[in-house]
């Protein structure tokens, strides 16, 4: 009855989670190259054989970038709004799930929870993963906490939460004008 999770990579380069049990285990976004969640897998010891499926947060190239190579590669479903998934190219059509927020999707003996988020994409989401009574948030590109946020990190046991903003690192850093200005807009 062990419940298994992993940060592959968080950050602007890519995000990529996982979170599974014995049986079956999902990826929460693929922001990296499927050689690069292939080889970070196998250095942590994790089956891509558990992987049953593949949620998606939002659209953006940080959390889709290895997205269609390693759905088609091994066959896996891809879970997320219709917006979203609207918002990404290339995708094999009869492997995209939509979901909506707030209705549990049952993979194996996990469940997982989409619900809003704050965050300037489509339809923006983030997940809680339970297995026997356990939690696992994967809360992502947090601009700030909003009820749901507050509502499913209560429930949690363990929480992956990126919320990687610093006014000083913000300010002295190379992103142009624009791009600084929506980060501190309050979506992340």
Do not use: W
């Amino acid at each position: 009855m062990s419940v298994y999770f992993s940060s592959l990579n968080s950050g602007s380069n890519g995000d990529c989670y996982y979170v599974g049990n014995d049986a079956a285990a999902i990826l929460v976004d693929v922001g990296l190259s499927c050689r690069e969640t292939e080889k970070r897998m196998t250095r942590l010891d994790l089956d891509m054989g558990k992987v049953k499926a593949i949620f998606i947060s939002h659209e953006h190239g940080d959390h889709i970038k290895g997205l269609c190579v390693i759905a088609k590669k091994y066959g896996l479903p891809i879970y997320s709004t219709q917006k979203t998934l609207a918002g990404c190219k290339d995708l094999p059509e009869q492997q995209l799930r939509f979901i909506k927020a707030f209705e549990p999707i049952t993979i194996g003996e996990l469940e997982i929870t989409a619900f809003p988020k704050l965050h300037d994409a489509a339809d923006p989401i983030s997940f809680v993963v339970s297995y026997v009574g356990l939690h696992v948030g994967v809360f992502t590109d947090i601009g700030a906490p909003c009820k749901n946020l507050l509502h499913y990190f209560k429930q949690c046991q363990a929480i992956f939460l990126e919320a990687n903003f610093d006014e000083a690192m913000l300010e002295n850093g190379r992103y142009p004008y624009h791009l600084k200005n929506r980060i501190r807009g309050g979506f992340g």
